[in-house]
């Protein structure tokens, strides 16, 4: 497949990636996002036929790649001043954005609500991804398809495809959830069969919001020494799963 050439910084294209790589609005009024690395583009190429564009360096380290993929070189120096990595590895690329299945939340799935932090996040999908787990998401948490959460999930994203899901249909459905909160009513997680729930994990900032707790039919607790306040969201959800599928 031959490559194109572009030598200057203010060709459409690189102006449309610098967007991608700032604006979550963009990304989603596009339908479209950008990653970066060699590593992360084997796994859309090998999970994710979403594929739109890349941008390599060198042309002959490029992977083949399939029928309609737009493939641009550039010099090093763009590509400097275009990846968001320390020490850029020569590729970045595009992809169409998922459409939101119609997979229905269940017992057994991972509810994640004001999850915020880029790199919480994408640890978290990593983590559901190695257990199987299905993972939803409340409108609060942060865009599982940006750069920092996919480098986090070391494209596990690819394959776990987390969906949005309101508050009130949550609500609606009366689904049977367990919060991770702190509360009078919490119990050790290890005393509940978190496999008969939708586990609920919320921010290390915000916590649960008070209707999700508030509709929670059990709120559990990761026992730890007094003098230990909280654990990082990404370690209690990774806790958590695990108790998910013993």
């Not at 604006?23 to 999970?47: M, P, Q």
């Not at 978290?124 to 996919?150: M, Q, W, Y």
């Not at 919320?202 to 909280?230: D, T």
Request: charge should be neutral; hydrophobic fraction near 40%.
């Amino acid at each position: 497949m031959q490559a194109e050439r572009i030598t200057s910084a203010q060709n459409p294209l690189l102006r449309h990636i610098r967007k991608l790589q700032t604006s979550r609005a963009y990304r989603e009024e596009c339908g479209e996002f950008v990653a970066d690395g060699w590593k992360l583009l084997s796994e859309v190429l090998k999970w994710y036929p979403f594929l739109t564009n890349v941008i390599v360096t060198d042309r002959k380290s490029s992977p083949e790649l399939p029928e309609g993929v737009r493939i641009v070189e550039i010099p090093e120096s763009l590509m400097q001043s275009l990846s968001s990595m320390k020490t850029p590895q020569g590729v970045i690329f595009t992809c169409r954005l998922p459409q939101n299945r119609d997979e229905n939340i269940c017992a057994g799935s991972l509810l994640l609500d004001r999850i915020q932090d880029p790199g919480n996040l994408g640890t978290i999908l990593r983590t559901a991804d190695a257990f199987s787990i299905p993972v939803f998401l409340t409108n609060g948490c942060a865009d599982p398809f940006s750069e920092k959460t996919i480098r986090a999930s070391m494209g596990a994203v690819f394959r776990t495809l987390p969906q949005y899901i309101p508050l009130q249909e949550i609500l609606r459905k009366k689904l049977p959830l367990a919060a991770t909160a702190l509360s009078s009513a919490s119990v050790d997680l290890r005393e509940v069969d978190l496999r008969n729930y939708v586990v609920v994990i919320g921010s290390e900032g915000q916590g649960i919001s008070n209707e999700l707790l508030a509709a929670a039919e059990k709120h559990v607790i990761i026992p730890m020494q007094e003098r230990c306040e909280s654990l990082n969201a990404g370690v209690a959800a990774a806790i958590a799963m695990w108790q998910m599928i013993k």
